[in-house]
């Protein structure tokens, strides 16, 4: 039953349904072969054990992927400031991460750049937060989630939707770096950037008016 236990572990707070108005007149010839199409695909999967068990084992959140395991393997807990990269101007950082945000903050955090990725560490509520900026599509993020970590999708700020994660942590890896630990964290995607908040005293309302409360200013 490994593929029923994957779907009660996934909290979701799915949005209201939408209505649809299907167009039957032009697409009725259609229908058939694509409806066929699909269910021959949804078949073959379900026909190797491999397969089931897989289907629900990646979530991808723009250039975030997390990965569901059985076991998590060896990784150290290190501060969050640690392997963020150079330190980078505002300028240089907004050539990779156009859509960058921040925290109404004066002064600003000092920013760092590993690879695409532009992070800094603030201060939130008294403690550690770090907040990773990535433009694009290719997984640069990697998370390891275990059986002990809850992920919930909910929606951030006005975009969409994005995934919190609680309870033990989970694996993470951070480009050119060894995996480490990390503690709660919320992972969204708006306007084609990938953003990911990580703090160890981050509750799930302080995560989601912290993401609301960043801003795209010059």
Not at 12 to 21: G, K
Not at 113 to 137: A, H, I, M, T, W
Not at 191 to 212: I, N, V
């Amino acid at each position: 039953m490994e593929l029923e236990r994957e779907l009660g572990a996934l909290a979701v707070e799915w949005p209201a349904t939408p209505h649809f108005r299907l167009e039957l007149a032009r697409r009725r010839r259609r229908w058939p072969l694509v409806a066929a199409i699909a269910l021959a695909a949804i078949a073959a999967v379900f026909a190797v054990p491999q397969s089931r068990g897989a289907i629900l084992r990646f979530f991808d959140i723009g250039a975030d992927r997390i990965q569901l395991v059985d076991t998590l393997p060896p990784a150290q807990e290190r501060a969050l400031d640690a392997g963020l990269g150079v330190h980078t101007s505002v300028a240089l950082a907004r050539v990779f991460v156009p859509q960058l945000l921040f925290p109404p903050l004066d002064p600003r955090p000092s920013l760092r750049r590993s690879g695409d990725v532009v992070s800094f560490v603030f201060s939130y509520n008294g403690k550690p937060v770090l907040l990773s900026e990535l433009r694009g599509q290719d997984y640069f993020l990697k998370k390891l989630v275990g059986n002990e970590t809850n992920i919930t999708r909910l929606r951030v700020r006005n975009e969409g939707y994005g995934l919190w994660l609680t309870g033990k942590p989970h694996i993470f890896f951070f480009p050119h770096e060894p995996a480490r630990l990390a503690g709660n964290t919320l992972v969204w995607q708006e306007s084609g950037t990938t953003y990911r908040l990580e703090g160890p005293g981050l509750s799930k309302r302080g995560a989601l008016d912290l993401a609301k409360s960043l801003v795209n200013t010059p």
